[in-house]
């Protein structure tokens, strides 16, 4: 074992002189401290890593990060600034209304931004939205124990606490079935008025999603998981599952309706990440916890079909399970990386999925195309 293995090597750097120490414990006893950003306060979560270089405002605002405290790996983070409040539902970069993590840990942190865009600090934004963050602690070596030990609960927390009080006071989002409602919207929304009409089922959708679908000229209603999706399908010419945090299996109204849907609905369904498990559960397949998940905007899959391989954006914990799918639907794509499923479809209705985000920003975008062809579809189909 080399000294980056040892819980030594994940001792603090030096960060902000002005914020008071902060501490992340790990469940399995691991323990680093820095520096505070954002609010002082503890807080609970799973923690979980992200290899992007860039993005850290969209993800950030990723409702599949809900409940969970982030760890990015690339070493500057705060240096292009945080840009103004959005001034519309859906104004880019940000892909929700607010922050969804529970904390946010990063090796150094940049208080001195630069960017023509920025209207405020990463650290202004963190407190004005009540979250808290550490800097000055070797992400690189913190995701090094997650990958070996797997993902699991972290407290981030006060120095001046002790782990037992952070235990006790720390705030926490349950996992189960708070996290799917505090991440989908109350009501159906609708946006645009073009056609086709596409019924977007939000169980924590990104906003790029619904942005990706108007720029090829459709309309959106977006629905909550929780609302009456066979009536509403009857408005649309397509349907597409977004993303959302939590384990797929904690869903089970969502995927009765689903199923109910796969049973009559001859339309295009077509998922994106948590959308994968959804309509693989749907269809009678199952899904399992990955060790430590994928996280990032560098990840390889392969379209088992056509053999050609893309660079992909992705975040989630779970994965389909191939081998559990039923005869009339195939595994559609691949990671290269460990062989997981990316993606699903049915031999012979138009449902088809994938793990990864085609609509993934700030990139890559190399799978996009999958919209064109959706929205192709979908408008071959309107007519009948």
């Given at each position: 074992m080399n000294d980056s293995d040892r819980p030594e090597a994940l001792q603090a750097r030096p960060g902000l002189s002005r914020c008071a120490p902060v501490r992340l414990l790990l469940e399995d006893g691991t323990a680093v401290q820095g520096r505070g950003i954002g609010v002082a306060k503890p807080v609970c979560g799973e923690v979980v890593f992200n290899t992007a270089m860039s993005g850290y405002v969209e993800a950030l605002t990723d409702p599949s990060y809900h409940g969970q405290i982030?760890?990015?790996?690339?070493?500057?983070?705060?240096?292009?600034?945080?840009?103004?409040?959005?001034?519309?539902?859906?104004?880019r970069?940000?892909?929700?209304?607010?922050?969804?993590?529970?904390?946010?840990?990063?090796?150094?942190?940049?208080?001195?931004?630069?960017?023509?865009?920025?209207?405020?600090?990463?650290?202004?934004?963190?407190?004005?939205?009540?979250?808290?963050?550490?800097?000055?602690?070797?992400?690189?070596?913190?995701?090094?124990?997650?990958?070996?030990?797997?993902?699991?609960?972290?407290?981030?927390?006060?120095?001046?606490?002790?782990?037992?009080?952070?235990?006790?006071?720390?705030?926490?989002?349950?996992?189960?079935?708070?996290?799917?409602?505090?991440?989908?919207?109350?009501?159906?929304?609708?946006?645009?008025?073009?056609?086709?009409?596409i019924l977007l089922v939000d169980v924590g959708a990104k906003d790029n999603i619904a942005r990706s679908l108007l720029a090829r000229d459709?309309?959106?209603?977006?629905?909550?998981?929780?609302?009456?999706?066979?009536?509403?399908?009857?408005?649309?010419?397509?349907?597409?599952?977004?993303?959302?945090?939590?384990?797929?299996?904690?869903?089970?109204?969502?995927?009765?309706?689903?199923?109910?849907?796969?049973?009559?609905?001859?339309?295009?369904?077509?998922?994106?990440?948590?959308?994968?498990?959804?309509?693989?559960l749907a269809a009678g397949g199952d899904t399992y916890k990955l060790p430590y998940g994928h996280r990032g905007v560098n990840q390889p899959v392969q379209d088992l079909l056509s053999r050609r391989c893309y660079v992909t954006s992705q975040n989630h914990g779970y994965a389909v399970r191939d081998e559990s799918l039923p005869k009339d639907w195939e595994p559609w794509f691949v990671n290269t990386n460990d062989g997981t499923n990316e993606g699903i479809r049915s031999t012979h209705l138009p449902y088809f999925s994938v793990q990864f985000h085609p609509e993934g920003s700030p990139g890559p975008q190399d799978s996009g195309f999958l919209f064109d062809d959706f929205m192709r579809l979908v408008r071959s189909t309107a007519g009948r």
């Open positions: 982030l760890v990015l790996t690339y070493p500057l983070i705060g240096n292009y600034g945080v840009p103004a409040p959005r001034s519309d539902g859906l104004a970069p940000f892909e929700s209304d607010r922050i969804q993590v529970q904390a946010l840990v990063v090796l150094n942190y940049v208080d001195a931004h630069s960017h023509h865009a920025a209207s405020r600090s990463l650290h202004e934004w963190l407190s004005e939205e009540n979250i808290a963050g550490l800097t000055g602690v070797d992400t690189r070596a913190l995701t090094r124990r997650l990958r070996e030990r797997g993902t699991m609960q972290g407290w981030l927390y006060p120095a001046g606490m002790s782990a037992e009080e952070a235990r006790a006071l720390a705030a926490r989002v349950d996992m189960q079935d708070e996290v799917f409602r505090a991440v989908a919207p109350r009501a159906p929304v609708r946006y645009g008025a073009g056609k086709p009409t459709a309309s959106v209603i977006r629905a909550p998981w929780h609302a009456d999706l066979a009536t509403l399908a009857g408005e649309a010419d397509g349907i597409l599952i977004g993303n959302g945090p939590g384990d797929p299996k904690d869903l089970a109204p969502l995927i009765h309706q689903v199923r109910g849907l796969l049973g009559h609905y001859r339309k295009p369904i077509f998922g994106v990440c948590l959308g994968n498990q959804i309509l693989a």
